[in-house]
Each structure stands twice: as structure tokens, then as C-alpha cells.
């Protein structure tokens, strides 16, 4: 009987106790003279779930073979149909979603393929009554530029391929192709400038998942007729399991799905495609490798007419997000196809506080250091402080003087507090059990944006009551006394922040002087301070208003909950978004609705506690997030 190195050139291992696993350890096994145990690191492929899409949208263009760290889904619907038909583009960098120039024109059920930078979208339908569209446009990378126009108006059509060297296949027209209930043959060319018609596909097909390059591609499942696509109209649905080849002149059958199928999303290449979903919110996932097709992990929730991508198929990192379920949904999720196990970032509920509270300031420079204090519970305000340590609250000495909306700073052992309702320019130190007064500021005010530790903190903006209103002001504390420092480029209200004097970022907030203080709301403006002056930042990718922020780091944080412009009196959101020092992107929503609390930690390990989810009821509640990681694991083996 060969031996397990003659069969994988790999030795079996003798240890006391198991090794500290890295990927070298791939195809090895061990055996663990202390446990009595073999074991063994593996691959194995899994879904897991991800950031969501900004907004939930289905039937739109998306990129079949971009790499696996970026994804585009341009277009589509709000409602599945032609008249919830969007422009919107959102891009994919592999842990969240971000915002995107738009569409120059609105259209569901477009389709298109390419690159990061070069990608071209073709066809589908938009306003008015639906009309079929030709239009064609390519994206750069950062921006949308319309094309010649495709030589029929079809949706539903797919491609692959880039902006300069693409190919077409099939797609809906009922005026081409009436004897075939309206799904065609025809096959297109793009060079970067012109069509060329090509051989016909084998059969009439729409709605097929597609992958690869103009020379070398695979379309397969879709919606359609048998045989040579001559056959009457069918009266009822015919998914199609079929699949083909395309060289760049001819067409080849391939093997067929395990599946038969319409509304797939495709991604990969000719010899390594995959196939996610498709109707009847399927959740099977087929993996092609050039010969046949073989069925994978399945999704955690069956979908159509999704957005997908990554190249190639069997690696890491392909995506598929939006899509119907039958509901339009904004859930995402990522393919895992190595040794290592990767928990996906997710908010998580932590022990409730003593008091539930709204408008409290707090502190804490990571998760598990935390303190609150003040806040409103009703009516008077409170002055109790609570401490947490990663898995619970407990009473800390109290402040001296009953407060909300005052701004919270430090640690749990050096903390800072300063402001609050109405106008105080009220200054106190924390070492972790007592409150002593410091320096005043310069400008009382409440409800700015706090950030930092107790000797190097800011003090952003704010709202004067019976004054000024909404201000720009900033000031900074040096760890003994406040100084004024160069205002922010717009006034800013109930905003988030993160950093210290040196980088920290303004998030969200308001930014008009008229009016009261809960008017207009949902910015999406930011602002960095660099040490010395304020810039305009990236527009977020998400409105903030009255929500929390970690505080810990400028590069490396997460913006979560509050209200929205969509957002009613009575109500916030639970949507999360991360900034990693370049760009905003979607982050996993948290359980339960907040507004008007607070938050601390970083990017990778934050928590936020209290609030409002109703006017009425004010939250005790705590949630801790923590960032996606990755373990190499090991499976243990039997005797078999």
C-alpha cells in the first residue's frame, strides 16, 4: 500500500502538540502524541456574509471578471422592475461597498463585463414604459462615457470581455425574434469604436450568466427556447442548463449546469467561471473548471438577478450582492476557498448598561475601556457614570454635575469631558473613579463631535442655544487648557469624529446656520484636520446625523446608526460605514436602531451603547463590532 508521502510527497509529522498553523502546513498532517489526535490543514469553500450594498437594487450591469477585490453594479432596480430603475453605481473593494459617479443613463436589466478600468454596459430597459435601450456606455475607473450605440435595442443581453475588446451574446427582443418569445441568437463584437455582427449562439437565450474574454468565454443557464431556437413561443417559463463556448468565431457546446436556471450571475473565466443563484431565488453555486460543472457551497440566502464578480472563480473573494429574494435586498456575500477560516465583521450584543440613556458623552480609546456618563433618561438630567471592560458595566464615581450632550474623551483611567446643554463651557478630568474640574473652554456649546485622549483632544463644532446656532468652532485641549483653533469649513452639528490634534476626521452631521438644531439632517460631508487646518474629506457613502463614531484612529473607523434624510422623528438606522483613511464603504448594520449615543473604539473593535430607538423608550443597550478576521484551522481526521 503506497504511503501518504509516496502519494503527496508529504511526510506524516509527529508532534507533542499541535504546530502554530501558517499556510506551509497545507496537505500535511500531524499526528499529536499527547491528544492521540490526526489532523490535518485543509481548503474547504464556504459563503460568508459581508458588508451590504449601500442601497438595495437587483437586475443591474455587474463585472464577471474583475478581480476579486473590486466589483462594480452599475444600474438596475429599486423594485425589480422598469419603474424603480436607478443610475447609481457602487463599487466593491472587497470588504465594503462605496459610491460611484452614476450611470449617464437609468436602466434595470443592463449587463456588462470588464476591468477596474475598463469595463463596458450594454442595453436594457428604462423610462418611458419600459423601453428597450441601445445604449451603451464604458467606465475608466472614475467615470462614465457613452459609446456606440448597440445594433438593437435588447435587454438582458450578456457580455463579457472589456470596453475595448468585448462580445454580446443573446438577450431579449421581441420585435427581433418573435418565433422564439422574443430571446435571440445574435452575437456582437465591440472593438473600442464598432459592432460586428458575429456567428449566431446555438439557440435563443436571455438573462444567462456569462465569463471571460471576447476570445474565450462561457455563457450559460439563462431563459430561453430548445434546439436551434427555432421552436414556437413557450407558455411557460424554460430555464435552460445548457452552456457554450465562445473562441471569438465560433460557438461550442459545453457541458451543461447541474441546474437548469435564468437570472445567474456569473464571474471567473472559461476555465474556472462560477454561477451564483438565479431563479427561483435559487442558492446553489456551480463551479465550471473547462470540462465540467460542479456544485459548491451554497449561498445563505437563495437570490436572482444579483451583482457578482471575481476572478478567478475558485479563489478567494468572489462576491454576489443585491439581487431579489424575492424581496430587493442590499445583503452581501464573499467566497472563501482556502485554509483559512475568515469571520466576517459583524456587530455583536454586549451587556445592557444600568441606565438606559440618550445624549451621554463617553470615552474609550478601544472596546473594552469605555466610560459613559450623563445623559438623559427622562427627565432631570443624570449625572451616574458607568465603566466597561469588554464584557460588563459597573458603576464609576460621579459626575458634578448633572449633564447631556457634553462630549466625551480618553480613557477609562485618563478620561476628559467638556460642554453640554445649554452652552457650558464646562471642563472635567477622569482617572477611572472621581471627577475633578479643569480649564474652561473658551465657547460653551453642546452636541459637537469629541475625539482623542485626555491630554491631546478636540472639541468640534456645536450648536449655541439663543446665539450662534450651529458652529465651526474647534478647540483643543493640551491635557491643562483649551485653545481655539482654526474653524471647520462649514458649521457642523450632532456630527461624529475619530482621531486626535495631530489627524482626525469630522463625519456627517449638519451643516446649515438657519434654523433649529433637527434641521436639515443626513449630511455625507467630511472634513480632516492634518495638525494645522481643516480640508474638505471624501463624501461618505452614507448620510450621519446624531450617530457614533469610533474615536481611536483618523485612518481606521467606523460611522454607525443615527438618522438619515428618510429618517422620520420617531426613528434612525442601524447602517454602518468604515473610513480607512482613503475612502468610505459600507460596513455590516448593527441589530437594533439608535440615535443620539455614543460610541468608541477603532475601525476593527468599537462599541456603541445607549440611545433612542423611539422617541420614547431610551436604550440600554450595547453593541460591540469587531472587523472581519482570518485563522488558518485545522480538521481533525478519523480512522477512515
Same mark, same amino acid.
Given at each position: ?372 456618563? /450623563? *445623559? ?9 457614570? &458607568? =465603566?466597561?471592560? %469588554? $464584557?460588563? +458595566? #459597573? !458603576? @464609576? ?117 438657519? /434654523? *433649529? ?9 467630511? &472634513? =480632516?484636520?492634518? %495638525? $494645522?487646518? +481643516? #480640508? !474638505? @474629506? ?103
Amino acid at each position: 500500500m503506497a504511503t501518504y508521502e509516496e502519494i503527496y510527497g508529504k511526510r506524516v509529522k509527529e508532534f507533542d502538540s499541535d504546530p502554530t498553523l501558517e499556510s506551509s502546513y497545507e496537505g500535511q498532517v500531524w499526528y499529536d502524541k499527547a491528544t492521540g489526535v490526526v489532523k490535518s490543514v485543509v481548503a474547504f469553500a464556504s459563503w460568508t456574509s459581508a458588508s451590504p450594498m449601500i442601497s438595495a437594487k437587483t437586475d443591474g450591469g455587474s463585472l464577471p471578471g474583475s478581480p476579486s477585490t473590486y466589483g462594480l453594479a452599475g444600474g438596475g432596480s429599486t423594485n425589480g422592475s422598469w419603474t424603480g430603475v436607478v443610475n447609481n453605481t457602487f463599487s466593491w473593494n472587497g470588504s465594503g461597498w462605496a459610491s460611484e459617479p452614476n450611470m449617464n443613463v437609468a436602466r434595470n436589466s443592463v449587463r456588462g463585463d470588464g476591468t477596474s478600468t475598463s469595463a463596458l454596459f450594454v442595453g436594457g430597459i428604462r423610462p418611458p414604459a419600459a423601453t428597450y435601450s441601445n445604449e451603451v456606455e464604458s467606465w475608466n475607473g472614475s467615470s462614465w462615457t457613452a459609446e456606440t450605440a448597440y445594433p438593437q435595442a435588447i435587454n438582458q443581453t450578456s457580455v463579457a470581455g472589456t470596453e475595448t475588446a468585448a462580445v454580446s451574446a443573446g438577450g431579449y427582443d421581441y420585435v427581433a425574434a418573435p418565433s422564439t418569445g422574443g430571446r435571440t441568437r445574435e452575437t456582437f463584437e465591440y472593438d473600442g469604436s464598432s459592432w460586428t455582427a458575429q456567428n449566431n449562439k446555438p439557440f435563443g437565450a436571455s438573462n444567462m450568466g456569462s465569463a471571460g474574454t471576447q476570445t474565450a468565454s462561457i455563457f450559460f443557464g439563462g431563459f430561453g427556447q430548445p434546439g436551434d431556437g427555432t421552436a414556437p413561443a413557450s407558455p411557460s417559463s424554460n430555464p435552460l442548463s445548457s452552456a457554450e463556448e465562445y473562441d471569438g468565431t465560433n460557438w461550442t457546446t459545453a457541458a451543461s449546469l447541474n441546474v437548469a436556471k435564468y437570472g445567474i450571475t456569473g464571474s471567473g473565466n472559461q476555465t474556472d467561471a462560477g454561477g451564483v443563484g438565479g431563479h427561483p431565488y435559487l442558492n446553489t453555486f456551480e463551479r465550471y473548471d473547462g470540462s465540467s460543472w460542479t456544485q459548491s457551497a451554497t449561498l445563505a440566502t437563495g437570490r436572482t438577478t444579483s451583482f457578482s464578480g471575481g476572478l478567478p472563480a475558485s479563489t478567494d473573494g468572489s462576491f454576489v450582492g443585491g439581487g431579489k429574494t424575492p424581496t430587493v435586498v442590499s445583503s452581501t456575500e464573499t467566497f472563501v476557498n482556502s485554509i483559512n477560516t475568515i469571520t466576517a465583521a459583524a456587530w455583536a450584543s454586549g451587556n445592557n448598561l444600568g441606565t438606559g440613556r440618550y445624549g451621554a458623552g463617553a470615552g474609550g480609546q478601544t472596546h473594552s475601556d469605555n466610560f459613559i456618563f /450623563g *445623559g438623559l433618561s427622562g427627565a432631570p438630567a443624570m449625572d451616574d457614570t &458607568e =465603566e466597561y471592560n %469588554g $464584557s460588563s +458595566w #459597573t !458603576a @464609576g464615581g460621579d459626575y458634578p454635575t448633572p449633564t447631556y450632550y457634553a462630549e466625551g474623551f480618553g480613557t477609562q483611567t485618563a478620561g476628559l469631558a467638556a460642554g453640554g446643554y445649554p452652552n457650558l463651557t464646562t471642563s472635567c478630568e477622569y482617572d477611572g473613579s472621581s471627577w475633578t474640574a479643569g480649564n474652561s473652554m473658551n465657547t460653551g456649546r453642546y452636541s459637537g463631535a469629541g475625539c482623542g485622549i485626555q491630554t491631546s483632544s478636540l472639541f468640534i463644532g456645536g450648536f449655541i442655544t439663543s446665539g450662534a446656532g450651529r458652529v465651526a468652532n474647534v478647540e483643543s485641549y493640551d491635557g491643562t487648557s483649551w485653545s481655539e483653533g482654526p474653524d471647520l469649513g462649514s458649521v457642523s452639528y450632532q456630527a461624529s469624529a475619530s482621531g486626535n490634534t495631530t489627524a482626525a476626521m469630522r463625519f456627517g452631521g449638519t451643516n446649515s446656520s438657519g /434654523g *433649529g438644531p433637527f434641521i436639515p439632517r443626513g449630511s455625507k460631508t467630511s &472634513e =480632516e484636520w492634518d %495638525g $494645522s487646518s +481643516w #480640508t !474638505a @474629506g471624501p463624501t461618505m457613502v452614507l448620510e450621519s446625523y446624531a450617530g457614533g463614531s469610533s474615536l481611536a484612529s483618523a485612518t481606521d473607523a467606523i460611522i454607525f446608526g443615527g438618522f438619515t434624510s428618510a429618517s422620520p422623528d420617531a426613528s434612525g438606522d442601524t447602517l454602518t460605514q468604515g473610513w480607512n483613511g482613503t475612502a468610505f464603504s459600507t460596513r455590516p448594520s448593527q441589530a437594533t436602531i439608535h440615535f443620539k449615543y455614543k460610541g468608541s473604539g477603532s475601525g476593527t473593535a468599537a462599541l456603541s451603547a445607549g440611545g433612542r430607538d423611539t422617541p420614547s423608550t431610551f436604550s440600554n443597550s450595547t453593541e460591540e463590532f469587531t472587523g472581519e478576521t482570518t485563522a488558518v484551522t485545522a480538521s481533525t481526521l478519523t480512522s477512515s
